[in-house]
C-alpha cells in the first residue's frame, strides 16, 4: 500500500512540474506576441508621422484628409476626399504604385520606404467620417442589398463578390474601400460625367438611403 500511495505521489508530482512547464511555455509565448504587437504599433506609429510628410508634398494639393481641404483645379473627375472614405492599406498601395482615374503613379517619386509611410498613413487616418452601420436599419439594409445588386453590382465589387459586367470605367471596389453614407448617398444622386450616371431618377430617397446603408454596413472586409 505504502508502495502504491509513493508512487501516486511520485506521478502526481511529474504531472504537476509538466503542469507548470506548459504554464511557463505558454506565457512566454503570450510576452513574446505582445511584445511584438507593442513593436508593430510602435514601427506603424512612426510610419504614420512620416506619411504624413510624404502625403503632405505629394497627395495634398489633391486629397481632403484630417480636415484640410484639397482645391484641385485641373482634375475632371471628382476626387475622393479621404475623410469620407476608409480604405484597405492594399488599395491604398495600389492607387499610389500604379494610379487610378486623373492619378498619375507615385513608383518612381517615391523610395519603397516612403510609399510605405504614405500607405500607413492614409489607412490608418482615412476615414474620419466613415460609420459602420452593420448594426442598425435591419430593413434597410436587406432592401440595399437589393438595390445594389439590381443597379450597382455590375460595376462594384463587394461581399467578396467581384463587379459583374466589364465596364470603361470600373467603380471602386468596395471589398477595398468602405465610404461613409453621405459619400454614397452624393454620388448616387449626383453621378459622375461619363463615369457613373445619376440615379435621382431611378431610385427612390428611400432606396438610395438603404443603398448607402448597406454599401457602408458590407464595405471593406
Same mark, same amino acid.
Given at each position: 500500500?505504502?508502495?502504491?500511495?509513493?508512487?501516486?505521489?511520485?506521478?502526481?508530482?511529474?504531472?504537476?512540474?509538466?503542469?507548470?512547464?506548459?504554464?511557463?511555455?505558454?506565457?512566454?509565448?503570450?510576452?513574446?506576441?505582445?511584445?511584438?504587437?507593442?513593436?508593430?504599433?510602435?514601427?506603424?506609429?512612426?510610419?504614420?508621422?512620416?506619411?504624413?510628410?510624404? @502625403?503632405?508634398?505629394?497627395?495634398?494639393?489633391?486629397?481632403?484628409?484630417?480636415?484640410?481641404?484639397?482645391?484641385?483645379? @485641373?482634375?475632371?473627375?471628382?476626387?475622393?476626399?479621404?475623410?469620407?472614405?476608409?480604405?484597405?492599406?492594399?488599395?491604398?498601395?495600389?492607387?499610389?504604385?500604379?494610379?487610378?482615374?486623373?492619378?498619375?503613379?507615385?513608383?518612381?517619386?517615391?523610395?519603397?520606404?516612403?510609399?510605405?509611410?504614405?500607405?500607413?498613413?492614409?489607412?490608418?487616418?482615412?476615414?474620419?467620417?466613415?460609420?459602420?452601420?452593420?448594426?442598425?436599419?435591419?430593413?434597410?439594409?436587406?432592401?440595399?442589398?437589393?438595390?445594389?445588386?439590381?443597379?450597382?453590382?455590375?460595376?462594384?465589387?463587394?461581399?467578396?463578390?467581384?463587379?459583374?459586367?466589364?465596364?470603361? @470605367?470600373?467603380?471602386?471596389?468596395?471589398?477595398?474601400?468602405?465610404?461613409?453614407?453621405?459619400?454614397?448617398?452624393?454620388?448616387?444622386?449626383?453621378?459622375?460625367?461619363?463615369?457613373?450616371?445619376? @440615379?435621382?431618377?431611378?431610385?427612390?430617397?428611400?432606396?438610395?438611403?438603404?443603398?448607402?446603408?448597406?454599401?457602408?454596413?458590407?464595405?471593406?472586409?
Amino acid at each position: 500500500m505504502r508502495r502504491a500511495t509513493a508512487w501516486g505521489l511520485l506521478v502526481l508530482s511529474l504531472a504537476l512540474v509538466a503542469s507548470g512547464c506548459g504554464s511557463d511555455v505558454a506565457k512566454r509565448r503570450q510576452q513574446q506576441e505582445a511584445a511584438r504587437a507593442r513593436a508593430h504599433a510602435a514601427l506603424v506609429a512612426r510610419q504614420v508621422v512620416a506619411g504624413r510628410g510624404v @502625403f503632405d508634398k505629394h497627395c495634398a494639393s489633391c486629397h481632403t484628409i484630417e480636415g484640410h481641404v484639397a482645391h484641385p483645379s @485641373f482634375v475632371e473627375s471628382p476626387i475622393p476626399n479621404l475623410d469620407e472614405v476608409k480604405p484597405r492599406a492594399e488599395y491604398v498601395n495600389e492607387r499610389v504604385d500604379q494610379g487610378g482615374f486623373d492619378m498619375p503613379t507615385l513608383n518612381q517619386e517615391l523610395t519603397p520606404a516612403q510609399l510605405a509611410d504614405v500607405v500607413a498613413y492614409v489607412a490608418n487616418i482615412a476615414g474620419s467620417r466613415v460609420q459602420d452601420t452593420s448594426g442598425s436599419e435591419a430593413a434597410a439594409l436587406a432592401q440595399g442589398q437589393q438595390v445594389f445588386a439590381a443597379n450597382c453590382a455590375r460595376c462594384h465589387g463587394i461581399a467578396g463578390h467581384a463587379r459583374t459586367t466589364e465596364p470603361q @470605367f470600373p467603380g471602386t471596389d468596395f471589398n477595398k474601400v468602405k465610404p461613409s453614407q453621405r459619400m454614397v448617398i452624393e454620388r448616387v444622386t449626383r453621378g459622375i460625367q461619363e463615369e457613373m450616371p445619376s @440615379f435621382r431618377r431611378s431610385l427612390t430617397p428611400a432606396e438610395i438611403h438603404a443603398v448607402a446603408v448597406y454599401v457602408t454596413a458590407t464595405a471593406g472586409r
